[in-house]
Nanobody, 119 residues
Framework: QVQLVESGGGLVQAGGSLRLSCAASGGTFSNYAMGWFRQAPGKEREFVAR????????YYSDSVKGRFTISRDNGKNTVYLEMSSLKPDDTAVYFC????????????WGQGTQVTVSS
C-alpha cells in the first residue's frame, strides 16, 4: 500500500508560480503511474496531469496544458507539479494520486494541499 503526502501549496498572485511535491512511501514507487487532481470549492474533483512510471509519458488537461509540468524522481519517490502563469481559476485543493498499471483507476490518494491564486 502506498501512502502519499503533498506539500508546497500556498497563496500566490495571479501570474506567479508554485511547485507542488508529493512524497510516496510504503510501496515500490516506480511501479505506479502518478497523477495530480484538483477540487475547487463547490466543484467536482478534476484531472490535472498524469505521468507514467518511467516518466516517458505525460498527459495534461486542456486547462493547464502549457502552464503546468508534471515530473517525477523515482530515486526520491516523489512526483512534482510545476505550476506557472497561475490564474485565480487554478485555486483549489490539489491531490496527488497513484495507480498500479493493472488498474484503470487511481486508487491511492493524498490528503491534498491548498493552492490559492489571488487576482
Amino acid at each position: 500500500q502506498v501512502q502519499l503526502v503533498e506539500s508546497g501549496g500556498g497563496l500566490v498572485q495571479a501570474g506567479g508560480s508554485l511547485r507542488l511535491s508529493c512524497a510516496a512511501s510504503g510501496g515500490t514507487f516506480s511501479n505506479y503511474a502518478m497523477g495530480w487532481f484538483r477540487q475547487a470549492p463547490g466543484k467536482e474533483r478534476e484531472f490535472v496531469a498524469r505521468i507514467s512510471p518511467s516518466a516517458s509519458i505525460t498527459y495534461y488537461s486542456d486547462s493547464v496544458k502549457g502552464r503546468f509540468t508534471i515530473s517525477r524522481d523515482n530515486g526520491k519517490n516523489t512526483v512534482y507539479l510545476e505550476m506557472s502563469s497561475l490564474k485565480p481559476d487554478d485555486t483549489a485543493v490539489y491531490f496527488c494520486a497513484a495507480r498500479t498499471l493493472a488498474s484503470q483507476q487511481f486508487g491511492y490518494w493524498g490528503q491534498g494541499t491548498q493552492v490559492t491564486v489571488s487576482s
